[in-house]
Antibody, heavy 123, light 107 residues
Framework: EVQLVESGGGLVQPGQSLSLSCAASAFTFGDYAVSWFRQAPGKGLEWIGFIRGKAFGWTSEYAASVRGRFTISRDDSKANAYLLMNSLTAEDTAVYFC??????????????WGQGTLVTVSS | DIQMTQSPSTLSASVGDRVTITCRASQSISSWLAWYQQKPGKAPKLLIYKASNLESGVPSRFSGSGSGTEFALTISSLQPDDFATYYCQQYHTALCSFGQGTKVEIK
């Protein structure tokens, strides 16, 4: 069964950094893009960015709201993806999800999701 | 950026009702639209992709329609398990975006 499991969430002070992990299993990880999303308490889904697979040169795209502060990477040998978040503020408090991307012409839809990990930014 | 607008924001319905949620894109996205269901404290679940393609394992009471800028998700006969929040997502461009969500509540 395809699974994605996020980890690394927790309480962090404003201005600090945090790295999240997404561990995948039961599929050929390198063949797929992996995307990160977040959902602030009581709010809707926000796409953060994705990293493409080897066939597309492991390139990444980011939402304007996080570009320059957040970085997505991957280690295909470990079937893991990562989200590095810098200069965190209270507005980054959310549940963070990773998901497997299914390729279309330009973008992706997402067929398998992790359960999410909570990041709280507070002093 | 492409903006996605769902309506209504909240929908009150009864078991057995036919329910339709609409999603409008700020520019044409062809058929590059997905629908997700999310329950409280859970991850989103893919229901529909490419506007009208039912994801494997999703009940046939769910259907999607539309192209260009106007789309709809229809539940033909609402079941107790369907009370949830629904999101549309465009993937016409690499920078995808979601609608704000439609919460389907028990009437």
């Amino acid at each position: 069964e395809v699974q994605l499991v996020e980890s690394g969430g927790g309480l962090v002070q404003p201005g600090q950094s945090l790295s999240l992990s997404c561990a995948a299993s039961a599929f050929t990880f390198g063949d797929y893009a992996v995307s990160w999303f977040r959902q602030a308490p009581g709010k809707g889904l926000e796409w953060i960015g994705f990293i493409r697979g080897k066939a597309f040169g492991w390139t990444s795209e980011y939402a304007a709201s996080v570009r320059g502060r957040f970085t997505i990477s991957r280690d295909d040998s470990k079937a893991n993806a990562y989200l590095l978040m810098n200069s965190l503020t209270a507005e980054d408090t959310a549940v963070y999800f990773c998901a497997r991307g299914c390729a279309a012409v330009a973008g992706y839809y997402f067929d398998y999701w992790g359960q999410g990990t909570l990041v709280t930014v507070s002093s | 950026d492409i903006q996605m607008t769902q309506s209504p924001s909240t929908l009150s319905a009864s078991v057995g009702d036919r329910v339709t949620i609409t999603c409008r894109a700020s520019q044409s996205i062809s058929s590059w639209l997905a629908w997700y269901q999310q329950k409280p404290g859970k991850a989103p679940k893919l229901l529909i992709y490419k506007a009208s393609n039912l994801e494997s394992g999703v009940p046939s009471r769910f259907s999607g329609s539309g192209s260009g800028t106007e789309f709809a998700l229809t539940i033909s006969s609402l079941q107790p398990d369907d009370f949830a929040t629904y999101y549309c997502q465009q993937y016409h461009t690499a920078l995808c975006s979601f609608g704000q969500g439609t919460k389907v509540e028990i009437k």
